[in-house]
Structures are given as C-alpha cells and as structure tokens.
C-alpha cells in the first residue's frame, strides 16, 4: 500500500500549517489543542497533539495488518488516527481519552471511519487485551504510568509494540522487565528542510522508544 510521501517543512510555522492543513483535510476540524489539562489530579499531562512529521518517523518502524489493533493511550482529538486512516494502514485504531470534552471533539470526526473508535474514559479502567499495537505521547505522571504497564503485563496474551514518543525519563519504567525488548529508540528536537538543514521544533529533546512485549 502506497503511503504518503514524508513532510519536508522548513520551520516551525511551517510544521504547524502543515498539521493544520492534513487535519482539516482528513478531519474537517483542527485536532491541536494548547490548553493545560483539567485533569492533573489524576496524573495527566497537557493535550498537546503529536505532530504528522514526528508520526511518520515513528510509524516508520511499525508494521501493521489486517489483524492489527492500534490503541492511542490518551487520544485528545485524536491526530494519531487522523495520521492512521491517511497513511491507509490496515487494521483498526481506537484512541481513548480521559477528558470528556476532547474525546467528543474525537469522536464526532472518527465516526465517518469504520475503522476507527474512540472511548472516553481512563485507559487504566478498559480491557488492553484486543490491542496489538500502542502508541503514547506523554500522557500521563510516572504513577500512571507504572500501573499501566503492569495492567499490559497482566492482561496481554500476545505479542504486542509499543511506541512511547517522549519518554524523558519514562523510559526507565519499561527497563528490566521481563518480556520487554527496545526495538528502537531516538530522539527528536529538530525538523529538518529539503535540503536537510535543522530548525527548532521542541525546546528540549524528546526521547522516544519502541518496544515489544512478548508475554
Ligand atoms: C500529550 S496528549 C497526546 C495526544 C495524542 N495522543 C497525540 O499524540 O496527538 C496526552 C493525552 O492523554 C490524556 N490522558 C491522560 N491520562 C489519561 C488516562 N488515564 N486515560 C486516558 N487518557 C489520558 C490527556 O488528557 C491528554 O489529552
């Protein structure tokens, strides 16, 4: 399956007019959102949406099929399934968001695809086991975190990836466990132009890496 060809913005405007533009496209709607979190108390972390340029590095290194289930862990208006019914991956996605107000922007969008769902709600209260695939953006605090992985461990069956993008400091949460095997990791500060100059897009580095589990 053809997919599309990779964003060669050359600034940061550009990189957010590009997001713009692929989300009214897919969407009909823009799925940035820059407001903090009402929901901290419960350990999460601003909506900040991934941008496409970042996701199709990342997806890069994933494989999908027929059989494939991604579930976006915190979705906010979900640009990662935007990115997924674009690129024609195979499979299903499903994004879960905790604040109700950005799971409805979601799902009134997803609702013109039959491959794609949303639930609202925490994903440390669903069933993890349907899903082949993961993908976090810095959802939520270390806690959070930890519980979450422990509810993989304890529902998964099968193999499973797991994408966590900026991972700071996260990552130490996935090392030494058992059934878990980095198959990629990297880091993203900087876009790059046509000609391949870097121009600034995060303030900092932002680590990610890709694991699989195998139970
Ligand atoms: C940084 S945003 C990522 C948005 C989206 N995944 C993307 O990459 O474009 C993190 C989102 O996780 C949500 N979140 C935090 N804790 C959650 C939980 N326990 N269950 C579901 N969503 C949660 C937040 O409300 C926030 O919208």
Redesign the pocket.
Known sequence: MARHKPATPSSLTEVLAYDEALDRRVCGVS?S?ERE???AE?????????HYYV?EELFSHLDFDGSSHLL?????????LAHFVRQNYPGKAT?????PE?AEVAARWVGHYDNLSIIC?????IDLSRYTHF???????PG?LQT?IESLEAQLTHPATIVH??DNGDTWHYVGRSGWTELASGSIQYGHNARGYPFTVYDCPQHYTIWRYEP
């Open positions: 799925l959102e979190t009402r929901f419960e350990g999460a972390h601003d909506p900040t949406a991934t996701l976006d862990v915190g979705c906010g208006k979900g640009r990662v994004g879960i968001e905790l604040d950005l709600g925490s994903v440390l209260d993908y976090l953006f810095n959802p939520f605090s959070v979450f993008m900026s």
